[in-house]
């Protein structure tokens, strides 16, 4: 199995090549698969056009405005890795990330099954989450599950996953869109 090491300007295999997109292991259960490709077209109008309602926007701003601040202020480190656990197929990094990595510090890295538009504006590893630690060589400073969180059958492999593949003074984002509101804390670190 090929492992990566992250820097920022993409992912080293073992040989030293470099690459901004790698993928990994896909959702191989279809009834889970299904569930994900039968939201495409919602991701494309809301991912891909940036189709939002206005008060998804400025929740979203907020929580980038949290993001960056826990960032920029608690993150003592000259490099901050940040991985974005389902971040859909928008090339572009999302509302709640963008130009929080104007600063070379912060690193965003984006996660994603969905094998649509795999060369990104932003580093992209196309897989699924639980079992990554399998691949990576490198341990993250920030996890952020934007709406995503409800997307996984088994929380347990996900806090267990998290538990390997983070840095003991990580930060964790959650973000979570009821009846168009956001709510975020942080639970690590
Ligand atoms: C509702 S979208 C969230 C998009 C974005 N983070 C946001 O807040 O707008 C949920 C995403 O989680 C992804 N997802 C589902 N199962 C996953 C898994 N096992 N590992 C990683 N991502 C997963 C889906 O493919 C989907 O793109």
């Known amino acids: 199995m090929q492992r990566y090491h992250i820097t920022q300007n993409g992912f080293v295999d073992q040989n030293q090549n ?8 896909l959702i191989e259960d279809e009834t889970a698969f299904a569930k994900q490709d039968n939201s495409l077209d919602e991701y494309k109008e809301t991912h891909e056009k940036e189709n939002l309602s206005p008060q998804i926007v400025y929740l979203m701003y907020h929580f980038r405005r949290f993001i960056g601040y826990q960032i920029m202020t608690n993150l003592k480190q000259d490099i901050s890795y940040t991985l974005d656990v389902g ?9 709640y990330f963008r130009e929080i990595n104007d600063c070379n510090k912060a690193i965003y890295i984006g996660l994603d099954p969905i094998p649509t538009n795999t060369n990104r504006d932003y580093l992209f590893i196309n897989g699924k989450f639980e079992g ?6 490198t341990f993250f400073d920030c996890l952020i599950f934007s709406t995503s969180l409800d997307h996984f059958p088994d929380l347990e492999a996900v806090v267990c996953e998290i538990r390997k ?4 003074t990580a930060w964790f984002f959650l973000g979570r869109a009821t009846r168009s509101q956001y709510c975020w804390r942080i639970n690590y670190g």
Not at 18 to 25: D, F, V
Not at 132 to 137: A, E, G, I, K
Not at 165 to 168: G, M, R
């Open 18 to 25: 470099l690459s901004r997109t790698i993928q990994t292991e």
């Open 165 to 168: 593949i983070i840095k003991k």
């Open 132 to 137: 990554l630690h399998q691949f990576l060589d």
């Open 87 to 95: 971040c859909e197929i928008s090339r572009k990094i999302p509302l």
